[in-house]
Nanobody, 122 residues
C-alpha cells in the first residue's frame, strides 16, 4: 500500500507565492515519477508539472517560468514552488506518484493524494 499526501495549499493574492509539498509513504521500492496536477471547478484535471527520478521535468505551458518542481528521491517527496500566481491558478492541486512497491513481486503502483486547495484572489 502506497500513500501520497499533499500539504501547503491556501489563499494567496495575485502575484504571490506558495509552496506545495508531496510525500509518498508505505511499501515503496522506487518512484519513477512524481507529478502535480490540478482541477478547477467545472474543468478536467490537468497536468501542471512532472519530474522523473533522474530529474527530468515537464511543465504545462501555462505555468512555465512561474512554477518549479523539485524532488528528493531519498525522502520520496516532491515540492512545487509556485510564483507569480494568477487567479486562473485557483484549483485543487493533486500529487501523483508512479513506481514499484517494495513487497514481492514489486508490482507497479500509481497513487494519488487527496488534494490541496489553492486559491488566488485579492
Amino acid at each position: 500500500q502506497v500513500q501520497v499526501v499533499e500539504s501547503g495549499g491556501g489563499l494567496v493574492q495575485p502575484g504571490g507565492s506558495l509552496r506545495l509539498s508531496c510525500a509518498g509513504s508505505g511499501s515503496i521500492f522506487s518512484i519513477y515519477a512524481m507529478g502535480w496536477y490540478r482541477q478547477a471547478p467545472g474543468k478536467q484535471r490537468e497536468l501542471v508539472a512532472t519530474i522523473t527520478s533522474g530529474g527530468s521535468t515537464n511543465y504545462a505551458d501555462s505555468v512555465k517560468g512561474r512554477f518549479t518542481i523539485s524532488r528528493d528521491n531519498g525522502e520520496n517527496t516532491a515540492d512545487l514552488q509556485m510564483d507569480m500566481l494568477k487567479p486562473e491558478d485557483t484549483a485543487v492541486y493533486y500529487c501523483n506518484a508512479e513506481g514499484r512497491t517494495s513487497t514481492w513481486p514489486r508490482r507497479p503502483f500509481n497513487s494519488w493524494g487527496q488534494g490541496t486547495q489553492v486559491t488566488v484572489s485579492s
